[in-house]
Each structure stands twice: as C-alpha cells, then as structure tokens.
C-alpha cells in the first residue's frame, strides 16, 4: 500500500531536492484518566518555533520507536517511560521543506514522574476540538484520528 504523504508549506523550497532521506521520528500521545492529551509547544530555536504538538523526536542510530521515545520523553518532559507500555499506533510521512520525515505515532497511559519542561516548552492537556494554535501540520492528522475513534460507528 502506497505511504500517505502530506506536504507541508509547498509554497517553500525543499532542501535537497526530490530524494532526501527520510527522518524517523517518535511521536508519543499521552492520555490521562479523563481522556485528556498532551500538547506540548516546540522549543525556541527549533524550526515551526512555537507550533503545538505532541512531545517526542528523532530516533538515534538502531533504537527503536519506543525506545527513542521513551529517551526522548524523559530529556523533554523528565518522566520515566517503559519502552514496553508504548503502543505503536499510525504512521504518517510529511515534506517539510526542512526535511522529509516519517512520523511514528505512538500511544501511552502510563509514566512515572511530574511533568517539568526541560526545553522551555508550554504545555497543555487538550480534549477535542483544540484550542491552541497554531499546531504543527505534521500533528493535524493525529486530531482527525482522535475525533474518527471517539465518533460511533
Ligand atoms: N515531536 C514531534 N515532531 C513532529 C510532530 N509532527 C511533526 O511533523 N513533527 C516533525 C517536526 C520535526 O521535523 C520532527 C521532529 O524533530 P525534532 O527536531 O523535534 O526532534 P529532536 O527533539 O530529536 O530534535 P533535535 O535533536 O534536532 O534538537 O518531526 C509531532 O507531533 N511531534
């Protein structure tokens, strides 16, 4: 089955041309008992600066998704994940103009610790539809889902 692409801000040059590697991103969607789920804001000096999204980040040479995330949740949020108790939920490849990547959405109910933003990010518990903005495209779909799960039928 053909990958899902999304383009994003098409009105921009890419980097290098058409064939530009793909980055492998952990993407992790925290629910709280009430069905709540976490936004959190990209650090200063990142780029979409400001955009809303869901915590995470690149996954380092041979890790898996659940363990770059599980890394990447305690260097941003500063809790404790077990890499067991992350679900592999959907993928989704995006064209920034920046870099082409494939998103690993994963979800998670379960973490030890408080919540402390290590990179100057806000944060914010949402429910649908969401207030903040604006959020990142490459986190848009991911509120579709949600909504899709949540409608009967
Ligand atoms: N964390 C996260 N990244 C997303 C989402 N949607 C989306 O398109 N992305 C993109 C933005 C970036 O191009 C890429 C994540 O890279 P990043 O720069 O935030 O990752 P990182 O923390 O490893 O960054 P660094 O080591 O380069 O500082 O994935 C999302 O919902 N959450």
Known sequence: MKESLIK???HLPRAEGADRPV???GVGVLFRPDGSFLLTSRPP????EGYWEFPGGKLEA???VEHALAREL???LGIQVDPGAIILWREQLVDYPHAL???HFC???VWQGELSMREGQSFVWESLPVK???VLPGAIPVLRWLEEESSPG
């Open 8 to 10: 994003a801000d098409t």
């Open 23 to 25: 980055v492998e991103v």
């Open 45 to 48: 000096g990142k780029v979409y």
């Open 62 to 64: 041979g890790e898996t």
């Open 74 to 76: 305690h260097e941003e």
């Open 101 to 103: 990547v494939r998103l």
């Open 107 to 109: 979800k998670l109910t």
């Open 132 to 134: 903040v903005e604006p």
